[in-house]
């Protein structure tokens, strides 16, 4: 793709593809019926928006469910945060399986990235137990 250097063909490219564009979006919301909104700034700064049932509705809509995700992940328990003595041992078996599987795919991403980030990249690093695991020795 590149830039379209004739202003005219760009303002003409620019309209065919956003009748498109809006009558894709009116498709859409036909088939699902849903709200959408869609905003565009033409080249020149101009708003064009396309909104089922407004603008005004979807974006409304969308602060207010943001407003309620957050108000429920403040109240929600954070059980990374609970002492330890609080839990019972399947609590604990289950803790430990979580940060377990969390440290496994940590390191897995980490080795892909340094893989993908160097051609002569570094051995992959295994850990017994968990990330950073100190040898028994070190633990007495």
């Known amino acids: 793709m590149k830039k379209i250097e004739n202003e005219d063909g760009r303002l003409i490219t620019f309209s ?36 089922n049932p407004s603008i005004e509705a979807v974006a409304n809509r969308f602060l207010g469910l943001n407003c309620q995700m957050r108000k429920r992940k403040e ?39 340094t893989a993908a980030a160097s051609s002569s990249a570094a051995p992959p690093m295994y850990f017994h137990h968990g990330l950073g695991s100190f040898p028994m020795q070190f633990l007495s």
């Open 16 to 51: 065919k593809r956003t009748s498109g564009i809006y009558r894709k979006v009116s498709e859409l919301v036909t088939l699902t019926v849903s709200a959408i909104a869609r905003l565009v700034f033409s080249q020149s700064g101009k708003p064009f928006s396309f909104g």
């Open 75 to 113: 109240t929600q328990p954070r059980w990374w945060e609970t002492p330890v003595y609080e839990f019972n041992h399947q609590e604990l078996l289950q803790m430990d399986a979580t940060i377990d599987n969390l440290s496994r795919t940590f390191i897995a991403k980490l080795n892909e990235k």
